[in-house]
């Protein structure tokens, strides 16, 4: 049943029952004997609300009647319940019908807290430590378990903000609306629980998503996801208090966090790496695009080529309103227990997913020698030369010793300046960017030739597998 409080009167009602909750936990220990007398000293509410029908439980917690008169059109009467977590907290719940986020004020009437609503809530406010992050309903003491499961299952997650208000229930989200559009693009689906705590010049929401699965556009890229968490921050336009114009307008940002399983098309049979992941909504006047943050300790055998080991590697995929996809990312590629900085702008393939024949490979370092630049080669040759003689030595012994590179003199490749690191390009046998200079299968590098330590000059230097020889120009 609709509430048809209008939303001036039921916000005052919320600073009421507000005001009627926390100053009986500050002031006063909870207790049957006091609770009335309680708010009685709340010259706001003093005579307008009335408690009764008080029970106790025998471990501290009680559950009353408050009925609220000469504020509404209607008398109200709402069921609390409250007490004390084992943490020492101490928690007030009570139920609302019908809630609408922009209702609890009117600075909240802008997307996308002005398409959410809730047909059963529950509310609360808590003063105590904060709640670990996967603190459910089912950890709650069982007086208050039975009191939110009238509106929240135990699986549930309950996380209300010290100090504020809080609330917890099903998103009844209108259809066709901007956030049910917006939700599909994030590949958010069905009904779920959303909960979040307010303030008058903010709102921080979060969901926990028992549906969600990759968008159309990505499907070829992402293979499936799991414990994903939903996030809704805003924060309210801020006003001159004299002139009343608005001086900072109001801002949201809406995300999730997953574990994500990429898809690897270039192997005999997919392979699904799980990453840490983050999820931002970006809004370009009413359509919506994705930039999908991930984050991994380390990869063996990235983007399933052989030897290609990475550590700390953050990838970004970004997919644009249009529909456009972009994969880019970065790690410290370990070879014989030293890094050196990787990036990797991926191919995609609308059959296969992620596509490292059709990838860019940057690496940049200080400086290589000529025996660490060859162990990079054989990862690249090693893994994209399937039939030639090069491929072959770079799987088996390697081309540094293939080659008898090891008989030159000792030659190192070093930035162009003191500040300027060496950059290494590397691409696949079907990459192909006009602006990095690559087509087809490449490795060549930019920067000085060092030789016994003196510098000879300036060089491009190339690695050619047809003719055997490492060629400097």
Avoid: C
């Avoid at 209008?6 to 600073?15: D, E, G, I, M, Y």
């Avoid at 139920?95 to 398409?115: A, V």
């Avoid at 030789?451 to 400097?472: C, F, K």
């Amino acid at each position: 049943m609709k509430s048809t409080t209008s939303p001036q009167a039921f916000f005052k009602t919320l600073l009421i029952l507000v005001s009627l909750l926390i100053l009986p936990v500050t002031s006063f220990a909870i207790t049957k004997e006091n609770l009335q007398e309680a708010i009685n000293k709340i010259t706001l509410i003093k005579d307008k609300v009335t408690i009764d029908n008080i029970s106790e439980s025998g471990d501290g917690w009680i559950i009353a009647k408050a009925q609220i008169t000469g504020l509404t059109k209607e008398p109200r009467t709402l069921e609390v319940a409250a007490g004390s977590l084992k943490n020492g907290g101490k928690l007030l719940m009570w139920q609302f019908d019908q809630l609408k986020i922009k209702n609890i004020h009117k600075s909240f009437d802008f997307f996308p807290l002005n398409e959410i609503e809730t047909p059963n809530t529950l509310m609360s406010v808590y003063l105590g430590e904060v709640l670990p992050v996967d603190f459910t309903v089912k950890k709650l003491p069982k007086e208050l378990k039975a009191f939110a499961n009238k509106v929240l299952a135990d699986d549930d997650l309950f996380q209300p903000k010290p100090n504020s208000l809080s609330i917890s229930g099903e998103v009844d989200l209108p259809g066709g609306s901007h956030l049910s559009k917006a939700l599909k693009t994030m590949g958010v689906t069905g009904n779920f629980v959303l909960g979040g705590s307010f303030s008058l010049s903010s709102a921080e929401l979060y969901a926990a998503l028992p549906q969600f699965s990759p968008p159309d556009a990505l499907k070829n890229v992402v293979s499936g996801a799991s414990k994903s968490r939903l996030f809704i921050s805003a924060t309210t336009a801020k006003r001159d208090k004299k002139t009343k114009q608005v001086t900072e307008d109001a801002t949201f940002s809406m995300g999730s966090t997953t574990l994500l399983k990429l898809k690897l098309g270039n192997r005999k049979k997919a392979v699904d790496i799980e990453f840490d992941s983050s999820v931002a909504l970006v809004k370009q006047g009413h359509n919506f695009g994705l930039e999908i943050a991930m984050h991994a300790d380390d990869w063996s055998n990235a983007l399933g080529l052989r030897h290609l080991n990475l550590e700390e590697v953050m990838v970004k995929t970004i997919l644009s309103p249009t529909g456009t996809v972009t994969f880019g990312m970065h790690g410290n590629l370990l070879i014989d227990g030293t890094y050196d900085s990787l990036a990797v702008n991926v191919g995609i393939r609308p059959d296969t997913g992620l596509d490292p024949t059709t990838s860019l490979f940057v690496l940049k370092a200080r400086e290589l020698s000529l025996e660490r630049f060859s162990k990079i080669a054989d990862i690249i040759i090693g893994n994209f030369d399937k039939k030639g003689d090069i491929g072959k030595m770079a799987r088996k012994g390697g081309i540094y010793h293939g080659l008898e590179l090891d008989k030159l003199p000792e030659t190192k490749l070093a930035g162009l300046t003191e500040n300027q690191n060496l950059e290494v390009v590397m691409a696949g046998p079907n990459a192909n960017d006009v602006k990095m200079g690559v087509k087809g299968l490449t490795i060549k590098a930019k920067g000085k030739l060092l030789i016994w330590g003196s510098e000879l000059a300036e060089s491009n230097v190339n690695m050619t597998w047809s003719t055997n020889l490492l060629q400097p120009s």
